[in-house]
C-alpha cells in the first residue's frame, strides 16, 4: 500500500491510496478546526453528494465511508474511490468539460443546500490597492439578488483544477462539498476566471462558448461574473493564509490588474 498526499486541497488535507491488487482510493480529511467550525457538516454534505452522483451519469467518485464528525477518524473525512487519470491544464477539450457541466445542471436534485455568497453583501469593502470607482461600481451592481435566471444543481466550485482526465476523456469530476442549488451561471464563471488566472483565458471563451449552446439557456449573465470575482477577493488582496496554494502571489500587481480587468469587462456586460 501506498499513500501520497494529494497537493491543492484548502478545506482539507488530501491522500491517495493506492493499493497491490485493488481499485485506488482517496481520503479527504477535513482536519483544518477554522473551517470545521465555519461548517461542521462539510463531510456529510460531499457524502450525500457523492451518494446523490451515483445514480447520474456524471463521473464523480463512488463513496466509500464517511466520518461527519470526527468520532471516529479524529476530524471529519470522507473515503472515495479515486478517478483514473489526472488533472490538466489547460483542459485539453473545452466542449467536453462545458457538456460536463450541462449534464450537471440537468440533474434533478432535491438538495437541502442552497446558494450563498462567499462574500455577501455589505461584508465587501473597495480593496485599498484598487481602483476605487471601478470596485465601487461593481459591489453596488451586484447589490441585488442577481438576474432571474433558473436556479438548478451546482457544482460551486467547477474550474479546471477539479475535473480530472484519462487522455481526451473526462474520467471525474473532484470535490463535491460545495454542492447545492443556485445560478448555472457562478459555475460558468468560476471556469472563466480560474482558467483566466492561469493563463490561459481562450480556454475560457471556448468552454463559455460552448455551454451556452448545450446548457441552460440564460446562464451566462455577466452578474455572476463580478459575484465570483468578487467572492474570490481574499485570494488576491494577500492575505497570506488564503493565497498559500492559490495559483501566483496573491500580492502580485499583476494578478491584481488581471482581475481589475475582468470586473471591467463583467461590468460592460451588464
Same mark, same amino acid.
Given at each position: 500500500?501506498?499513500?501520497?498526499? *494529494?497537493?491543492?486541497?484548502?478545506?482539507?488535507?488530501?491522500?491517495?491510496?493506492?493499493?497491490?491488487? @485493488?481499485?485506488?482510493?482517496?481520503?479527504?480529511?477535513? $482536519?483544518?478546526?477554522?473551517f470545521?467550525?465555519?461548517?461542521?457538516?462539510?463531510a %456529510?454534505?460531499?457524502?450525500?453528494?457523492?451518494?446523490?452522483?451515483?445514480?447520474?451519469?456524471?463521473?464523480?467518485?463512488?463513496?466509500?465511508?464517511? !466520518?461527519?464528525?470526527?468520532?471516529?477518524?479524529?476530524?471529519?473525512?470522507?473515503?472515495?474511490?479515486a478517478? #483514473?487519470?489526472?488533472?490538466?491544464?489547460?483542459?485539453?477539450?473545452?466542449? +467536453? +468539460?462545458?457538456?460536463?457541466?450541462?449534464?450537471?445542471?440537468?440533474?434533478?436534485?432535491?438538495?437541502?443546500w442552497?446558494?450563498?455568497?462567499?462574500?455577501?453583501?455589505?461584508?465587501?469593502?473597495?480593496?485599498?490597492?484598487?481602483?476605487?470607482?471601478?470596485?465601487?461600481?461593481?459591489? +453596488?451592481?451586484?447589490?441585488?439578488?442577481?438576474?432571474?435566471?433558473?436556479?438548478?444543481?451546482?457544482?460551486?466550485?467547477?474550474?479546471?483544477?477539479?475535473?480530472?482526465?484519462?487522455?481526451?476523456?473526462?474520467?471525474?469530476?473532484?470535490d463535491?462539498l460545495s454542492?447545492?442549488?443556485?445560478?448555472?451561471?457562478?459555475?460558468?464563471?468560476?471556469? @472563466?476566471?480560474?482558467?483566466?488566472?492561469?493563463?490561459?483565458?481562450?480556454?475560457?471563451?471556448?468552454?463559455? #462558448?460552448?455551454?451556452?449552446?448545450?446548457?441552460?439557456?440564460?446562464?451566462?449573465?455577466?452578474?455572476?461574473?463580478?459575484? $465570483?470575482?468578487? !467572492?474570490? *477577493?481574499?485570494?488576491?488582496?494577500? !492575505?497570506?493564509?488564503?493565497?498559500? $496554494?492559490?495559483?501566483?502571489?496573491?500580492? !502580485?500587481?499583476?494578478?491584481?490588474?488581471?482581475?481589475? %480587468?475582468?470586473?471591467?469587462?463583467?461590468?460592460?456586460?451588464?
Open positions: 500500500m501506498r499513500i501520497t498526499p *494529494l497537493h491543492g486541497g484548502i478545506t482539507a488535507s488530501v491522500w491517495r491510496v493506492d493499493f497491490d491488487r @485493488r481499485p485506488s482510493l482517496v481520503l479527504k480529511y477535513f $482536519d483544518d478546526a477554522g470545521v467550525a465555519e461548517d461542521p457538516g462539510r %456529510g454534505h460531499e457524502a450525500s453528494v457523492l451518494e446523490l452522483l451515483a445514480t447520474t451519469p456524471v463521473p464523480a467518485p463512488e463513496l466509500i465511508a464517511f !466520518d461527519g464528525d470526527g468520532s471516529a477518524a479524529g476530524a471529519p473525512a470522507v473515503l472515495m474511490t478517478a #483514473a487519470g489526472q488533472r490538466a491544464v489547460p483542459v485539453p477539450d473545452p466542449g +467536453a +468539460a462545458a457538456a460536463l457541466l450541462a449534464g450537471i445542471h440537468r440533474i434533478d436534485a432535491a438538495v437541502p442552497t446558494f450563498h455568497r462567499y462574500n455577501p453583501v455589505g461584508s465587501v469593502g473597495v480593496p485599498p490597492w484598487g481602483d476605487a470607482r471601478l470596485w465601487s461600481e461593481a459591489i +453596488a451592481a451586484i447589490s441585488g439578488p442577481g438576474p432571474g435566471t433558473v436556479r438548478c444543481f451546482i457544482h460551486r466550485d467547477f474550474h479546471h483544477h477539479n475535473i480530472v482526465w484519462d487522455g481526451p476523456e473526462v474520467s471525474g469530476v473532484v463535491w454542492a447545492c442549488l443556485g445560478p448555472p451561471g457562478i459555475d460558468i464563471a468560476r471556469f @472563466r476566471l480560474n482558467t483566466l488566472i492561469d493563463g490561459h483565458p481562450h480556454v475560457g471563451d471556448e468552454f463559455a #462558448a460552448a455551454y451556452l449552446s448545450v446548457g441552460v439557456e440564460g446562464a451566462g449573465h455577466p452578474f455572476w461574473d463580478l459575484v $465570483d470575482g468578487i !467572492d474570490l *477577493l481574499p485570494w488576491y488582496v494577500g !492575505d497570506a493564509e488564503m493565497v498559500a $496554494d492559490w495559483p501566483g502571489d496573491g500580492a !502580485d500587481p499583476g494578478l491584481r490588474a488581471l482581475i481589475e %480587468g475582468w470586473i471591467a469587462g463583467a461590468l460592460g456586460g451588464l
